[in-house]
């Protein structure tokens, strides 16, 4: 079941979304050659409860952390480890909070260092296709219409799109219907309505699609050893566009919700 949310719901998302996004900056700023992504998690974990608010993922479905921290080749759910990072590499970091009964969920992937030009295409490809996704929120588009957004993109970069792994709706649960993929035709499956919050999350890869789970049961590889990048946002649907509920609050400066969908609300 979809589940459309208040404006004061919607409010405590951009709440809860914000402290996703802080503190995914000061990692960022964090990330250089020597730390390990064991030492990202402690500074989130710490950061997230400092706040409090709770680690989304920590314990969710028996994950052991607070950080999802997928180096190279891992495409998600790479387990933070003392593996230094090296010169070259690149990461995705992806964090959850929970607050006031409403979740969180965002992630970036950042180059260690100087990456090499495939790299700084990856990620800029990975990042414009989650733009483009968000392009497609409008009231009275169908889901269908930011996978393909999202797969046009990167197909006409000669990169793959990961099939196993797909978007959600967010909002008192971590995972909402409806299922977001990041390929597909458009013009189908449920339509956005207003008050809907989706998680966007293209996971490409630079070679070819197939993944694999490593032996921790969690951690997401491509099959043929090749990079992999991973960006989330949580966006709202409303009246006047998407709203990206993920970013710094600063930036913030479009209406979480129409005055007229305030008062629907109000009146029902």
Known sequence: MIVCKS????????????????????????????????????????????????????????????????INNAVVHGIPSKRALVEGDIVSLDMGVVCDGYYGDSAVTVGVGVVSDEANQLLRVTQEALDRAIECVRVGGRVSDLGHAVQVHVEAHGFSIVREFVGHGIGTKLHEDPQVPNYGDPGHGPRLQEGMVLAIEPMVNVGKPAVQILDDHWTAVTKDGSLSAHFEHSVAVSAEGPVVLSRPMEMANVPFVTQEFVNRSQAS
């Open 7 to 70: 404006p004061a719901e919607i409010q405590k998302m951009r709440l809860a979304n914000a402290l996703v996004a802080e503190i995914l900056g000061e990692l960022r700023a964090l990330v250089a050659p020597g730390i390990t992504t064991c030492d990202l998690d402690v500074v989130a974990e710490k950061r997230i409860r400092e706040a409090g608010a709770v680690p989304a993922f920590k314990g969710y479905l028996g994950y052991p952390a607070t950080l999802c921290a997928s």
